[in-house]
Nanobody
Framework: QVQLVESGGGLVQPGGSLRLSCVAS????????????MSWYRQAPGKERELVAT????????DYAEALKGRFTISRDNAKNTLYLQMNSLKPEDTAVYYC?????WGQGTQVTVSS
């Protein structure tokens, strides 16, 4: 089974930036990171998990939650089996646990807290 490990979360002031990373491992046989569509989700306290962004296997196509367009950027480095989420102009309402998803697996999540 593929393992996904997120990192890069933390406490940031409103208006600040963070870059999340998700490293994938455990690919077997002919499977590889570059074959999979990958996504970021987030779950705020008391709310359902929601889709943040999705990127195609080669990285050429990206989709975002409408409310996050212009502030968040999803990217990937297939040579490093790594998915990224650049988050700018962060707001308190961006506070959530952020998860990466793909290749049939979920990461354990990384906490992002936006507060002064």
């Amino acid at each position: 089974q593929v393992q996904l490990v997120e990192s890069g979360g933390g406490l940031v002031q409103p208006g600040g930036s963070l870059r999340l990373s998700c490293v994938a491992s455990g690919f077997r046989f002919s499977t590889r990171f570059s074959s999979y569509v990958m996504s970021w989700y987030r779950q705020a306290p008391g709310k359902e998990r929601e889709l943040v962004a999705t990127i195609s296997s080669a990285g050429g196509s990206r989709d975002y939650a409408e409310a996050l367009k212009g502030r968040f950027t999803i990217s990937r480095d297939n040579a490093k089996n790594t998915l990224y989420l650049q988050m700018n102009s962060l707001k308190p309402e961006d506070t959530a646990v952020y998860y990466c998803k793909g290749a049939g697996s979920w990461g354990q999540g990384t906490q992002v807290t936006v507060s002064s």
